[in-house]
Each structure stands twice: as C-alpha cells, then as structure tokens.
C-alpha cells in the first residue's frame, strides 16, 4: 500500500512580503487568544487554587500579579511551543495554511525543533526592529528572510490544489 505524501515535491516559489505579513497577522491573533487563555488559567486556576479568591483579589488589587515571572515563562514557552509544534509536525501555522506557505528544509522536509527556536527568536526579533528582518526579503535574491537565513530553512508557497 503506497503512503500519499502530505506535502507536494518540487521547487515551490518564496511568497511575497503581503502574504508573510498576513500569515503572521493570522498567526499574531492566535497568540494574543493563547497568552489571554493562558494567563486565565494560570490566574484563576492555578493561583486561586493557592492563595485562595479573597488572597487572589487582594495581590491583584496591591498590583503584586503585574509582573509575575512564572506567568512570563509560561507565556514565552507557550509561544515557543505553538510554532514549534506547527512548523516541526506539518510546517504549517494556521495563518500559513490559511495563505498556504510551509517553512521547511531546502530539501522540502519538516523543519527541526532547534531550527523552530532559531527561528521565532530571530522573527522577534526581526519584527522588534520594525520588520527590518522580513522586509529583508525585498533585498535577498531568494526572498529569505532573516529567520529563514539564520535557520537554514525556507519558506515556501504551496500550488493550489
């Protein structure tokens, strides 16, 4: 029995600027719903299970949850984990399905979970720069941008199906 790929072989063009940018708008929103869920749970679940509603309310109002540094962690694994997830199992976010690009190895494989941790820490920073790292793509002769160079990966459109 022959196992359908998942993914089309070939040599697949790099999207334009306009479909990265809406693609991480896509992917953005899906992380401020998973930071907002995350901090709910970490809140109401976690820290109401410890401190109790009365103790909870009182820390909250003396502003002592403004800068919780578990919560941070959490909140930056959870971003490491959402995209790594996506782009190690299938390449794909769900903003990038919805405007159908992969990332993957020039070899059209899916991307490593080292190379998933290059890559967000380089977009974050890249996009703290004003977009400077994804408006390099203008300028690169294969339309890379600083996450797809740093990273050893590329980032590709898919054909219609």
């Known amino acids: ?3 359908k790929q998942l993914y089309p072989r070939g040599d697949f063009p790099a999207p334009g600027l306009f479909r990265r940018v809406a693609g991480a708008f896509y992917d953005l929103m899906l992380c401020v719903a998973l930071v ?3 901090t709910l749970a970490y809140h109401q679940g976690v820290l109401r ?3 109790g ?3 909870l ?3 909250a109002d003396a502003g002592q949850l403004d800068q919780d540094p578990l919560l941070s962690v959490l909140v930056i694994l959870a971003i490491y984990g959402f995209f790594g997830l996506f782009w190690t199992l299938r390449g794909q976010t769900l903003g990038m399905q919805a405007w159908r690009m992969r990332v993957q190895q020039p070899d059209g494989t899916s991307i490593t979970w080292r190379q998933s941790v290059i890559r967000v820490s380089i977009a974050l920073v890249s996009w703290l720069l004003g977009g400077l790292g994804i408006w390099w793509s203008l300028w690169d002769r294969q339309s890379r941008t600083w996450p797809d160079i740093v990273s050893g990966t590329r980032t590709v459109v898919l054909p219609k199906e």
């Open 36 to 38: 907002m869920v995350l």
């Open 57 to 59: 309310q009182a820390m």
């Open 53 to 55: 509603p009365e103790a």
């Open 49 to 51: 299970f410890i401190y």
């Open 1 to 3: 029995m022959a196992v």
